[in-house]
């Protein structure tokens, strides 16, 4: 089982569990038998771009939310290794604010969760229709991101299939373009195993106890981790490693049978060809 995992969300960020502390999270790391977590919860914004409510922390709260990860650093030091972090999007004119918050703190991981259109209008995937251009702005904002050394690991890379229908000729094109920043920055790509949970546990679905016919419903329900997505990564030299992405009471809990899930829709086959690291 992999002991590490650097993608944990708090309250702060408004849509995670409010009934969870930051040493909860903590206690279901080490009851699981992980050595190396990071908080990595959504980052601030100096400029508020993105004005949806319940997304992200304010700025004013990096304080608290440093302090809190700090004294568990000190209390727990001798259990588990705690990081500091932050969940970040990439935008073009926001790179000196993005390098002041990966000062702040020992990682910053890279959820490009929307991007720009024409306009400089935000597209969120999952929300807004994307168009074969805007794709491709997806991999060049993480080809920028990566090649200003802002990421420590890529997370939920194929979260672009939020909004794309089929895996086609521009979804193979931006993955392997994803693919070749990776590998020639050496960046880690995180199978996320959020979206998984979602469509399964957090809905009161114990998937390892329902039908077949059940399992096919569900799994064609979810976007990613997305079979096609990693078997071209399986192609290339390129470090990958699970997400859990925990927002929740019991999440981590889960890890096992999340990850049972990853590998069933990726498929034995492209799994056994992934290069997996055991830590950072």
């Known amino acids: 089982m992999q002991k590490v995992n650097y993608h944990s969300h708090t309250y702060r960020c408004g849509h995670a569990d409010f009934n969870m502390s930051d040493e909860d999270y903590v206690k279901e790391y080490i009851e699981m038998g992980f050595k190396e977590i990071a908080f990595t919860d959504h980052a601030p914004e100096k400029n508020k771009i993105d004005k949806r409510t319940d997304m992200r922390m304010e700025y004013?709260?990096?304080?608290?939310?440093?302090?809190?990860?700090?004294?568990?650093?000190?209390?727990?030091?001798?259990?588990?290794?705690?990081?500091?972090?932050?969940?970040?999007?990439y935008l073009p004119g926001e790179e000196e604010n993005m390098i002041e918050l990966k000062n702040e703190v020992d990682l910053l991981i890279l959820g490009q969760h929307f991007i720009y259109d024409n306009d400089n209008n935000l597209k969120i995937f999952g929300r807004h229709k994307i168009t074969d251009e805007e794709l491709l702005r997806y991999a060049n904002y993480i080809d920028n991101a990566l090649k200003l050394n802002?990421?420590?690991?890529?997370?939920?890379?194929?979260?672009?299939?939020?909004?794309?229908?089929?895996?086609?000729?521009?979804?193979?094109?931006?993955?392997?373009?994803?693919?070749?920043?990776?590998?020639?920055?050496?960046i880690p790509l995180e199978i996320n195993l959020n979206n998984i949970y979602s469509r399964t546990y957090l809905r009161g679905i114990d998937y390892f106890n329902?039908?077949?016919?059940?399992?096919?419903?569900?799994?064609?329900?979810?976007?990613?981790?997305?079979?096609?997505?990693?078997?071209?990564?399986?192609?290339?030299?390129?470090?990958?490693?699970?997400?859990?992405?925990?927002?929740?009471?019991?999440?981590?809990?889960?890890?096992?049978?999340?990850?049972?899930?990853?590998?069933?829709?990726?498929?034995?086959?492209?799994?056994?060809?992934?290069?997996?690291?055991?830590?950072?």
């Not at 699970?242 to 990850?259: E, P, R, T």
């Open 150 to 186: 802002i990421p420590s690991i890529l997370v939920h890379p194929d979260i672009f299939m939020l909004s794309s229908n089929e895996f086609g000729e521009t979804e193979k094109e931006i993955t392997k373009m994803i693919c070749e920043s990776a590998q020639k920055y050496n």
């Open 210 to 280: 329902i039908s077949n016919d059940s399992k096919k419903e569900i799994l064609n329900k979810i976007s990613y981790p997305n079979k096609e997505f990693w078997n071209i990564v399986s192609n290339y030299d390129i470090k990958v490693l699970y997400g859990i992405d925990a927002h929740y009471k019991g999440q981590i809990l889960l890890f096992n049978d999340l990850v049972k899930i990853a590998n069933e829709i990726i498929g034995k086959d492209t799994i056994n060809k992934l290069n997996f690291i055991d830590k950072l």
């Open 60 to 89: 004013d709260e990096r304080k608290d939310y440093l302090n809190s990860i700090n004294k568990l650093k000190e209390k727990y030091k001798d259990v588990i290794n705690i990081k500091s972090g932050y969940e970040i999007e």
